[in-house]
């Protein structure tokens, strides 16, 4: 069940302001990939997390490192420009066919997925994020 208090106290763990330097980005940074590393969310950490992804979009979107693709669309440009094969993710999703359901969109992508990719292509998680929530 979703409790405010739960979500305001993640608010004054660590208040969301825009992004204004590098030292910035680098703390919202660390705070999402401490909810990354979570196996599972709650509903305020995932909604707290959007917020922070937001963020950290604003932020790259101005530095114009933001890529106009996201999510799924993103994992099959880098999938094909890199010449990689689903069967190279398995490490990340465990099967194949959890590959082929997320690439397909019959499934979303999970936290843990959306880290381990960002650490596996080294790029900023928020590009996983699809782009109905940017």
């Not at 069940?1 to 590098?22: A, D, G, V």
């Not at 305020?44 to 933001?66: A, C, F, P, Q, T």
């Amino acid at each position: 069940m979703y409790t405010h208090e739960q979500y305001l106290e993640l608010i004054k763990q660590f208040p969301p302001r825009p992004i204004k330097s590098e030292e910035n980005l680098e703390a919202i940074q660390e705070i999402v990939n401490q909810l990354l590393d979570k196996p599972q969310l709650t509903e305020e950490e995932s909604d707290y997390l959007y917020v922070l992804g937001m963020l950290i979009y604003e932020y790259e979107k101005d530095l114009d490192i933001v890529p106009d693709i996201y999510g799924v669309e993103l994992l099959k440009v880098l999938l094909e420009e890199r010449n990689l094969k689903q069967k190279d993710l398995v490490s990340i999703f465990k099967t194949e066919s959890i590959i082929s359901d997320v690439l397909n969109e019959k499934r979303q992508l999970t936290t843990r997925h959306i880290q381990e990719l960002a650490e596996f292509f080294n790029v900023s998680p928020a590009v996983f994020f699809p782009r109905s929530l940017m």
